[in-house]
């Protein structure tokens, strides 16, 4: 099969699209990735890499082609608007010159925020003649309000009608969890065009050492309770509640709040820390993902949190696969799907999303427990994991989807 996927983020920006699409490439997949130049989260072009050019590399077996795009900038409303539509310009514009002369089976589309970058693929749809599957990972407009990005009722529903147009363009819509359905089905012509695919986490095989960073602060880690926040640090992570609950727990010396990562909100959480005077709350940086295991597994609980907005009770975060294989106890101050699956799995416990004096408690109520206790919660959630989110099924599955795909269209041309 010769699949195109479409997607704005891609290595070296840190996506679970590029696992997937290394194990595609595996299966023996021919995978041609078109994307932009890495932006995220820095907000600016990453070295190595021109604005103004169509570039081309090699990811593994994947051919990586890149488009110009502009970069989102920091804490800049309209630098994200430009960053999203650029992406969907020069997709139209230059994606088709890019791919001249090329045949697909197939066209896939990544979609998280913005769902936008699927317009070009629809444009490739009817240029390559070939099925178009759309995965599903935020839910538009719905995540532009809740963010608060966009508050204009006529941009939301103008956006409600690209929307449409995307999932009714589409042969199948993924979505990374059944709440999902409901949603989407509003938006689509055919809701049995609708399947449910998890976000899929493949653990890092790379037996390489971990850095001397990630040593020292696995170190680290072990010297006191320490809860760990892993991944973006952005607007929908609710990182008030964070520095909120470290104000409640300042009483306990051995409990200390661990953030890995950066997003759009490292300036603001550093001058926050510092103006509360918050020395149970580090910013310990982002390190690869070849760290990862040895941070997540030196940590004594993880920590998933969201705003408590409507729409984020609908997802499932991608971390909660990656804190699952971990094999540590979950902290989820989360409302809907995403908590349900840490509460089903038996992996941690659970508090309402945005209530700083709840998560402060669930984290004191897991302190308290003991080893074997905590180690239960850890194993439980390995085992749901290997279950419910086994790398291995969850690419045959989705391979049986792009089948499903080709064959359901075959012959419309």
Not at 267 to 276: G, K, P, Q
């Amino acid at each position: 099969m010769k699949l195109l996927v479409i997607t704005q983020y891609f290595w070296p920006e840190n996506f679970l699209i590029n696992d997937l699409v290394r194990e595609l490439g595996d299966r023996g997949i021919e995978v041609v990735v078109l994307t932009g130049k890495p932006n995220y989260p820095e907000g600016r072009i990453a070295d190595g890499y021109r604005s103004l050019r169509i570039q081309r590399e090699m990811f593994g077996k994947a051919e990586v082609v890149r488009l110009p795009i502009v970069p989102r900038g920091r804490d800049s409303r309209l630098g994200l608007a430009l960053n999203y539509l650029s992406f969907v310009v020069s997709g139209a514009l230059l994606g088709p010159l890019a791919m001249r002369g090329r045949d697909f089976d197939l066209v896939f589309v990544y979609a998280p925020s913005p769902l936008l970058q699927a317009l070009p693929a629809i444009l490739m749809k009817r240029l390559k003649r070939t099925p178009l599957i759309v995965w599903v990972q935020d839910l538009w407009p719905e995540s532009l309000s809740a963010t608060g990005h966009v508050q204009a009722k006529w941009i939301l529903h103008a956006v409600s009608i690209v929307v449409r147009f995307i999932y009714r363009s589409s042969s199948r819509v993924l979505i990374q969890s059944e709440a999902f359905r409901g949603p989407v089905a509003a938006l689509t012509d055919r809701t049995e065009k609708i399947h449910y695919y998890p976000n899929l986490f493949v653990e890092p095989t790379n037996l390489n050492k971990p850095t001397e960073r990630a040593l020292a602060l696995a170190a680290e880690l072990r010297r006191s309770f320490s809860v760990v926040f892993a991944g973006n640090l952005g607007t929908a992570q609710s990182l008030e509640t964070v520095l909120d609950a470290a104000e409640f727990l300042r009483g306990y010396g051995n409990i200390r709040l661990w953030l890995v990562g950066s997003g759009s909100r490292d300036h603001w959480l550093a001058a926050e820390i510092d103006r509360r005077g918050l020395e149970n709350v580090v910013v310990a940086g982002r390190f690869p993902a070849t760290d990862m295991p040895v941070v997540l597994g030196a940590a004594s609980a993880l920590l998933v949190t969201l705003r408590a907005e409507p729409i984020f009770g609908y997802t499932i975060p991608s971390k909660i696969q990656a804190y699952l294989a971990a094999g540590r106890p979950i902290i989820a101050a989360i409302d809907g799907e995403g908590a349900r699956v840490v509460v089903d799995a038996g992996a941690g416990i659970s508090c309402p999303a945005g209530n700083a004096r709840m998560l402060a408690e669930s984290i004191v109520l897991l302190n308290a427990k003991s080893a074997d206790e905590l180690r239960g919660f850890g194993e439980r959630g390995r085992e749901y994991f290997l279950s419910h989110f086994s790398p291995a099924k969850l690419v045959d599955q989705l391979i049986e989807h792009f089948d499903q795909a080709v064959a359901d269209v075959k012959g419309e041309y």
